[in-house]
């Protein structure tokens, strides 16, 4: 009997494993059809003289989220985290009870944690959910706010179950959290924007959220020379992936 | 008798502090924010957010029980993020230092250590109020900050005489502490760095007094037991003098 755990980790492995190198080999070959012209003479054009399409990954912050966006955003995060926690710590969750869910609700300590979770885990799963926000169109500031949110839900309704909220992960989570994913995000950019196959699938390995569906800042350019006599112009056409 | 009357006046202060930090915010918001005074030259960015991070390396004085002291250098990271308004900023900052121990006691009410050594982490967070005076110097302009801290040492220990005998890999000793901070930094202008990474150099002083202290079992690595909590006021001090360099992000 394989046990439920082990199933889920192997399924993200294998989810993210797949991933990178598929989202790569797709990249490579943005769709034309809305290209598409009716006029033959235009259509041959574009044929013969367009350039290599590149896409170029970025970031949009748009300021039109509406309030359930924003709500849905942060009840997948925290969805995931109520999935994610007695999968990692499958001993500690088992270990909690309701009793201690409401002795530990709202009390705020300083955590003895081993510095493996308040300096490595914390900071990742910041910066995570950081990029998480940056990919759904949030600007830098919304984002380390959203991350906070998440992070303050995790500490005082998730993690109760077993153990008070410690005052030091809110805000190594959150600060540290967004200065490692601004870290990321830029680093993650220069490698998939600026590089071969390898470079963008560590681009991606190391800002997951640029491969889901909900990343806005993902382009395809695609430029293109008007031969016709007369005409010589360098135009440029701009899909974004939504 | 003398230890607890220490604390509270201790306390006392730091309550005061909060409080004189408040009002002196306040009042100099609504002086600045007046609109009978004309803007001043000096003020790069209002009502914006900041998040910096830099090294910090610095001095510290720890003093235990029974007398012992330990001096010596430290090293670590700092964070902050901050909302800035006219002249006041009001920032969260963290300070991050790691290094060693020698010759301190400590006394966890279930074991006592003497004569230790080992390593020593130090996490101290600390809301602080920052006031931004109208001058320039060149690209700089300085400030001057003040708040409360908590911090949070754990002592992992190598070496130690103590009066159970324990196995120290498997143990720390933590100890939380509050204090006050004096900031005293020049941070450079927007304008001078075109708004990417614009510097910054913060000179620190600290000073803590331990609240209380635990003795906790490490052995198993997902989840820590506490063996024992006991207060301990002002049991150990420590002053720290702190050199920061960094960079605002974003």
Redesign the interface.
Known sequence: MIPVNKLIKFFFILTFCLLGPLNVLCAEQPSFSLLGSQDSEISDSFHLNYQDPQVIYGYRDRDDHTFGEVLGSIGVIYGISWLIYPIV?P??FR?GELSDYRTNFGRIV?D?????WN?FVHPISGSQMYLYYRAHGHD??SS?GLTFISQALWEFTIEVY??PTS??DN??T???G??LG?GLENLSMHLLNNGGAISRFFGHAINPSTLLWFYEGKVHFIPHIDPREGQENLSAFLIFDF | MKNTQNNTFYHDLLKLSVICLCLFSFAVEAKYQSPTLEPSKGIQFHNEFSMRAGMTSGYMDTRGLQGTSDKRATIGFTTSVSYRFKRIQWTISSYTLFGGISNLSYDTKVIQFSKTSGRFRNVAITPTARYHPNIQLGSFSPYLGAGILWSHRTNKLRRAQMTTKTDLSNNKINYESRGLIIQLGIHQTNQATNGKFPLFIELSLIHSQSRNVSLIDTSNFRKTEILSKQDAPSEIKNSKVLLSLGARLF
């Open positions: 710590m001993t500690t270990e300083w003895k944690d081993e510095p493996f300096w830098r500031w380390v077993t153990e005052f030091q805000y190594i959150t600060v540290w967004s200065i601004f």
